[in-house]
């Protein structure tokens, strides 16, 4: 009799098996297809260095549902980069700070099926609406410059030095300084620095400009100007003067910024510098005819450069 029965039961207990594989087969459909459309969207599609945006989108039927944020590098494997949750209407949003160009994209991170046992336990429901498209986002690199020394004389090299983020070895740095360039390479930290010689006067601008690479598009920075002057020998005049007319029109008066110069052509703009002072001035008389000089300064040009009676000072256009 017990025999009998022992083998009743067994036939019994495979009639089952089906019925309970049919049960855990629909259970994980339902999961995998419960998300119903997925979507990503980007509130920049790019964004500086160190800067944030913002990642937001659906995933229809799947309310309060937890989400994985990943990102994929340009040639390398999806990374995850945080989590959020689904509100109760399936949409979610969060903010995230690229660190490289790349692309974007949201998983529902599908809990296990609780009928799959053993070595089935850590399968997840997967479906084409479980994970949202790839968002491109261009990350911009950020570059900042300056000039060691904006004060030159002629034949003198101005150092121009600075940094750009992120950071890598190799990156092609171009400085303009006028009209002419020069090239450099970042560090492994993203710094670099150049070195720029004046061979003429003037007021030229420095302009840096960053190539890009896998990680970052470029990037430019205005990293001010520099001067070349020349040295001049000068004087000064005005007493016994004022209320006469100047060469070049108007009156002298003990304020009237300007120099006195033998050749150069009226309203010529100057820039004087003597000691760590620097002033502006233009050309408003003839002179000076005394002594080897080049430049007569007016009283307030003195007093603005704090000039002594003669001496040597700089000069540029």
Request: charged letters at 25%.
């Amino acid at each position: 009799m017990r025999r009998f029965r022992a083998r009743r039961k067994r036939p019994a207990a495979l009639a089952l098996l089906p019925i309970a594989a049919l049960t855990a087969t629909t259970t994980m459909a339902v999961t995998a297809g419960a998300a119903g459309t997925a979507e990503i969207e980007t509130s920049k599609r790019s964004v500086r260095f160190g800067g944030g945006l913002t990642l937001r989108g659906t995933f229809s039927g799947a309310e309060n549902a937890p989400v994985e944020i990943q990102h994929r590098a340009k040639g390398g494997a999806w990374q995850e980069v945080r989590g959020t949750q689904t509100d109760a209407n399936g949409a979610y949003s969060v903010r995230v700070k690229p660190r490289r160009t790349g692309d974007w994209r949201a998983l529902l991170a599908t809990a296990p099926d609780p009928l799959a046992t053993d070595g089935d336990s850590t399968i997840l429901a997967t479906s084409a609406h479980a994970e949202t498209r790839a968002a491109r986002v261009a990350v911009r690199s950020r570059t900042r410059a300056n000039v060691g020394g904006r004060h030159l004389t002629v034949g003198r090299a101005a150092k121009i030095k600075g940094r750009v983020l992120p950071g890598g070895r190799g990156r092609k740095v171009t400085v303009k300084v006028g009209s002419r360039s020069i090239e450099t390479r970042t560090d492994r930290d993203g710094s670099f620095a150049g070195r720029w010689r004046g061979r003429s006067t003037g007021s030229y601008k420095v302009r840096v400009k960053a190539a890009g690479n896998r990680v970052a598009s470029g990037s430019r920075d205005f990293a001010g100007r520099v001067t070349v002057y020349r040295p001049a020998s000068a004087s000064w005049y005005g007493p016994g003067l004022y209320g006469n007319p100047t060469a070049c029109g108007g009156t002298l008066t003990p304020s009237t910024l300007g120099v006195a110069h033998k050749t150069m052509r009226c309203g010529t703009r100057l820039r004087l510098r003597y000691r760590g002072r620097t002033v502006s001035v233009r050309v408003i008389d003839r002179g000076p005819f005394a002594g080897n000089r080049e430049f007569d300064l007016t009283a307030a040009t003195k007093e603005r450069l704090g000039f002594g009676s003669t001496g040597t000072v700089l000069s540029s256009k």
